[in-house]
């Protein structure tokens, strides 16, 4: 009859070593989580040599363990000597090659599955940090060209009028019709500026909505997001066009960079717009800027912004 204390004490050790590298190596503590996994390994092969057949099943739970604690291409050469030992192991135990063949199969394919699972979430998690590093500098890059646009826009233009403003103050005391025509210079200036201000804001707000779908359907299929767009006859008006195409490219951004949708649904008609999802909404969090410099400029054109967070994320904008 086997000895039933050194049986426990070797379940109770190999159970506590698995845990222990399970827990150390997810915690990133993955040195200590290697000394355990040695340990668990010593204590496995231990029980194996020693108690032989009813022991097999210790080493798939050993490669998992080491699926989870090692990283790189050594993972694969370990794999391989351990089977090879427990195909030893098992035939000086006298098992049959039918039990040798399923032992050292879950052996070997345990850690390997779960060494790529574990590295297919690493690969994931740093395609995300690069997908919003990418998002991050494309904001920061349009923000330095709108500065750049802005000064070659307005520099020129504030240059002359600080010139003709200087022109006025001087001509004023002595010659008042030609400080009277500086000063229509002046407004005619300004006048110029405002409206290339106007021009150049509204290419920054959108592209209109036409672009913006096409735009859409682009950006959701790169993100691997089926994309579903319905659009009823009709156009809309130049300024409502404008502000549906800026809402498109807000709630497309929006499903992109938070939703971690699989689908999504663009509907207009008329001037209502529906941007619907099946992510996993907002989570609580308050609407961000983009949203609601986008609510204030559908207020200011009579329009309504309605947002509800239930399975998945529905955008919906009406406008006069």
């Known amino acids: 009859m086997r000895p039933a204390l050194p049986a426990a004490a070797g379940v109770v050790a190999s159970a506590a070593l698995y845990v222990l590298c399970i827990r150390l190596s997810f915690r990133g503590r993955r040195r200590v989580a290697t000394v355990a996994l040695a340990g668990l390994l010593a204590v496995a092969f231990l029980l194996l040599a020693r108690f032989a057949h009813n022991w097999f099943y210790l080493a798939p739970l050993m490669t998992v363990a080491c699926g989870v604690v090692l990283r ?24 049959s090659w039918e039990s040798i063949t ?38 920061a890059e349009e923000r330095l060209r709108f500065s750049r646009d802005l000064h070659d826009l307005l520099g020129h233009t504030l240059s002359v009028m600080v010139v003709k403003a ?3 103050r001087r001509l004023a005391p002595r010659d008042g019709e030609a400080a009277a025509r500086q000063a229509a210079d002046i407004e005619a200036v300004g006048r110029e500026a405002l409206t290339e201000v106007r021009a150049a804001v509204t290419g920054y707000r959108g592209r209109g909505l036409a672009a913006e779908l096409a735009s859409a359907r682009t950006v959701l299929a790169d993100a691997d997001i089926a994309v579903t767009v319905t659009v009823t006859e009709g156009r809309p008006a130049p300024e409502a066009d404008a502000l549906l195409g800026w809402a498109v490219r807000e709630g497309v951004t929006n499903v992109v960079r938070h939703s971690a949708a699989r689908t999504c649904e663009i509907t207009l008609e008329g001037t209502m717009l529906e941007i619907r999802d099946d992510g996993r909404g907002r989570g609580g969090r308050p609407l961000g800027n983009g949203l609601r410099g ?8 009579g329009g309504t912004l309605e947002t509800r967070d239930r399975d998945g994320f529905l955008l919906r904008v009406t406008l006069p």
């Open 294 to 301: 986008l609510t204030e400029r559908v207020v200011a054109l």
């Open 166 to 168: 200087e022109a006025v």
């Open 102 to 139: 399923q032992a050292t199969w879950g052996t070997a394919t345990g850690g390997l599955v779960v060494s790529i699972v574990l590295k297919l979430f690493s690969v994931i998690a740093e395609l995300q940090e690069t997908r919003e590093e990418l998002a991050r500098v494309a904001v």
């Open 72 to 95: 790189g291409r050594f993972i694969y050469l370990l794999l391989t000597m351990l089977t090879l030992a427990l195909v030893v192991v098992m035939w000086r135990a006298g098992a």
